[in-house]
């Protein structure tokens, strides 16, 4: 007889692709039902059929719901406590980004950020988290980024988001001590995903493949983290190193080094002229 799930029902955001992707595929093994949530539809189902012809004993469950929408996550949240009661394991792994200096930033994208980040896993949470407390079982993991535990210019908005996951998610690990539900986030730093295709690189420049993570790799992490029930993952050696600098550096020293970086991407990045009020780029800016 096959040992029962550690996970009888899974739910993963953003599972179309990247760290999202891997973790659905490490997770296959482990769950009696897992929801794939994303926009993509259409990658959603290649991968559920993927996961079901080595899985054959899994069911997979293929969700298209757009987490800017948030009466799409409300309706989300109510198909699971319908269709399942309860959901064991939620890893909130959705995720958008943004390159460039805040003001010429997209007010639109700006917006998304947050609900994506911020409102579409809060509302999830709060829809989900009291079923895991009622039947006294439950695991919630939130797939943060290292702009949680630091700042860098270029990445006001995006650092922003990730600054409230990290606060929500080590308060409300506080909140769940004592009861059979965990939380574990996970910080990691650049992951080889389609993040930057999305999220834009005005600045050219790539970043060096020693420190750059394989999603499958990042995944991992995040789950022998949960299952070690730990409250915070940073997953990556130098990613950790550069991580744990910042974290231990005092702010006005860490403000001073950045501020220097932010007159580079000035110079550098689309901007505001401050003559004449225009968007100029950085190639103009440097002739």
């Known amino acids: 007889m096959s040992a029962p799930p550690d996970f009888a029902v899974a739910l993963i955001t953003g599972a179309s692709s990247g760290i999202g992707q891997a973790l659905a595929l490490l997770l296959a093994p482990r769950c009696g039902a897992l929801v794939l949530v994303a926009r993509r539809v259409d990658r959603l189902t290649q991968l559920a059929a993927s996961l ?7 069911r997979v469950e293929v969700e298209g719901c757009d987490l800017c929408d948030l009466g799409a996550v409300e309706r989300l949240a109510e198909a699971m406590r319908s269709r399942h009661g309860a959901v064991d394991l939620l890893v909130n792994n959705a995720g958008l980004g943004d390159i460039g200096l805040f003001e010429v930033s997209d007010p639109q994208k700006n917006v998304e950020m947050v609900q994506v980040n ?32 630091t700042w860098m210019p270029a990445a006001a908005a995006y650092a922003g988001t990730k600054h409230y996951m990290t606060a929500w998610s080590e308060s409300l690990r506080c909140e769940l001590a004592g009861t059979a539900v965990c939380l574990t986030q996970v910080c990691p730093g650049p992951v080889r995903t389609e993040f930057e295709s999305v ?11 020693f420190i750059e993570l394989q999603a499958e ?5 995040a789950l022998a983290a949960l299952d070690r029930d730990r409250a915070l993952c940073v997953p990556g050696f130098w990613a950790w190193v550069g991580i744990s600098l910042g974290r231990l550096s005092p702010r006005w020293l860490l403000r001073g080094l950045w501020s220097g970086l932010g007159r580079l991407a000035r110079r550098r990045l689309p901007h505001v002229d401050k003559a004449d009020g225009q968007e100029k780029t950085g190639a103009e800016n440097r002739t």
């Not at 079901?52 to 899994?58: F, I, N």
């Not at 999220?199 to 060096?208: D, E, K, L």
């Not at 790799?217 to 992490?221: G, K, L, V």
């Open 52 to 58: 079901q012809a080595s899985h054959p004993g899994l």
């Open 199 to 209: 999220a834009g690189n005005p600045t050219g420049q790539s970043v060096p493949g």
């Open 217 to 221: 790799a990042c995944a991992r992490a």
């Open 118 to 149: 911020i409102l579409a896993p809060t509302v999830l949470t709060r829809a989900l988290l009291p079923e895991m407390l009622r039947r006294d079982r439950g695991a919630i993991l939130n797939i943060s980024s290292g702009f949680g535990l």
